[in-house]
């Protein structure tokens, strides 16, 4: 089986999901509205830069990465974010 697996910031624990829409949601609690600047298998977003970023990758049950996030992932997962945001973003 493979999940997407998450981790905002260094605080924060590896978490999975089924899909981007549900890491989306769970991304939206920290405030995210928008990620950017892919490393291979991580995000940056405003005030998670740096050694402090976000990893996202695809892996199997032990988040063992098997494949990072496309360009397109990325481009979904900013839209699902845009919608989970209590505000009005551009």
Known sequence: MQYLWVRVGDADDYNHFDD???AA???AQFGLVHVWRKFKYGVDAEGFTGNNYISLFYG???AQ???DVS???IQRL???LKQN???DVE
């Open 20 to 22: 981007l829409a549900e």
């Open 25 to 27: 949601e769970y991304m």
């Open 60 to 62: 199997d049950e032990e």
């Open 65 to 67: 990465p098997t494949r």
């Open 71 to 73: 360009t397109r992932d």
């Open 78 to 80: 900013n839209r699902h």
């Open 85 to 87: 945001s209590p505000h």
